[in-house]
């Protein structure tokens, strides 16, 4: 699925290229980007229609609003910038 967001004369477009069992590629702005289910886990067992159903959010974000996900294009340009921090809470370690 491709989606195209016209802001000031310049097509911004993301589209999904393959999605494999180690990640996904997508195009934006021109630019091929993989990303891995060990940094985007939420993604992995993600019915193919919502995955594809991706769209600009802004000059500078993607989203996929099917999966209630938003990157910056910079965290896909500089990963390392991002780290994934799991911030847990007393909930978390309650046993049953």
Same mark, same amino acid.
């Given at each position: *699925? &491709?989606?195209?967001?016209?802001? !000031?004369?310049? +097509?911004?477009?993301? =589209?999904?290229?393959?999605?494999?069992?180690?990640?996904?590629?997508?195009?934006?702005?021109?630019?091929?980007?993989?990303?891995?289910?060990?940094?985007?886990?939420? *993604? &992995?067992?993600?019915?193919?229609? !919502?995955?594809? +159903?991706?769209?600009? =959010?802004?000059?500078?974000?993607?989203?996929?609003?099917?999966?209630?996900?938003?990157?910056?294009?910079?965290?896909?340009?500089?990963?390392?910038?991002?780290?994934?921090?799991?911030?847990?809470?007393?909930?978390?370690?309650?046993?049953?």
């Amino acid at each position: *699925m &491709q989606t195209n967001l016209k802001n !000031s004369s310049v +097509n911004m477009l993301v =589209s999904v290229l393959m999605i494999n069992a180690q990640g996904i590629m997508i195009s934006v702005q021109g630019h091929d980007y993989f990303l891995s289910y060990n940094r985007i886990p939420w *993604m &992995q067992d993600a019915p193919i229609r !919502s995955v594809l +159903n991706v769209r600009m =959010s802004g000059p500078e974000a993607i989203e996929w609003p099917d999966l209630d996900v938003d990157l910056e294009i910079d965290s896909l340009r500089h990963p390392e910038r991002y780290p994934l921090l799991i911030k847990r809470n007393e909930l978390d370690f309650v046993k049953a």
